[in-house]
């Protein structure tokens, strides 16, 4: 059974904790079929992360030899994501809330945000977060941007999902997303929804 994750979406349209799916005609070959957690969302614009691409080859103990961290008492080992294309040498790690570190952003419905080192190093010696994903980089919109870009279609938003976000492999994560809104994405065309 999957556990829902709601969103803290108020009246005002603001998407914080919920799923933007690419649609099938996105033109950046990087967002293309993205699945981005959206972190943030208010009137100064909307941070997310991308949560179904991974960044080649790179895992966290090739992050820790990078940054020349020590990876002796290294018990758990992790694919690092890319995040987005915006501050890529950035490292974020979206996980859930039985994790906390002074630096850590809590995101409700039992998800939270940390970008420090320590977390990583929890991580990699088996006391961090049960449930995580670690990002290299963001996806980021000014104020106004990202609903201008929901009103043309770009994007779809849907309730995310601890199971999706967490625990499906990679390549099923949009097909899945796409399918709790009830459609299938040979039904999307570039004119969805315009009148």
């Known amino acids: 059974m999957t556990e829902k994750i709601e969103s803290k979406q108020d009246l005002s349209g603001y998407i914080t904790g ?3 799916l690419a649609m099938p005609h996105m033109q950046d070959p990087r967002l293309e079929k993205a699945v981005i957690f ?3 969302h208010d009137t100064n614009g909307a941070m997310g992360l991308v949560v179904n ?3 080649g080859d ?3 103990k090739g992050l820790l030899e990078y940054l020349n961290l020590p990876k002796d008492a290294m018990k758990r080992d992790l694919p690092i994501y890319f995040g987005g294309p915006i501050d890529t040498g950035r490292g974020f790690v979206l996980h859930s809330d039985d994790f906390t570190h002074p630096g850590t952003v809590s995101l409700g419905n039992h998800i939270a945000l940390t970008a420090t080192i320590d977390v990583l190093q929890a991580i990699a010696e088996g006391d961090g977060p049960l449930d995580c994903l670690l990002a290299m980089g963001y996806v980021g919109w000014g104020p106004g941007q990202l609903d201008s870009e929901l009103h043309s ?3 779809l938003q849907v309730e ?3 199971e999706i976000l967490f625990h499906l492999p990679i390549e099923k994560k949009w097909e899945m997303a796409m399918g709790k809104l009830g459609i299938t994405p ?3 065309s570039e004119e969805a929804g315009q009148a």
């Open 18 to 20: 919920q799923f933007l």
């Open 38 to 40: 959206i972190c943030g």
């Open 186 to 188: 040979e039904a999307l």
């Open 153 to 155: 279609n770009r994007w």
């Open 58 to 60: 790179l895992t966290l």
């Open 160 to 162: 995310a999902d601890h």
């Open 53 to 55: 691409k991974y960044l």
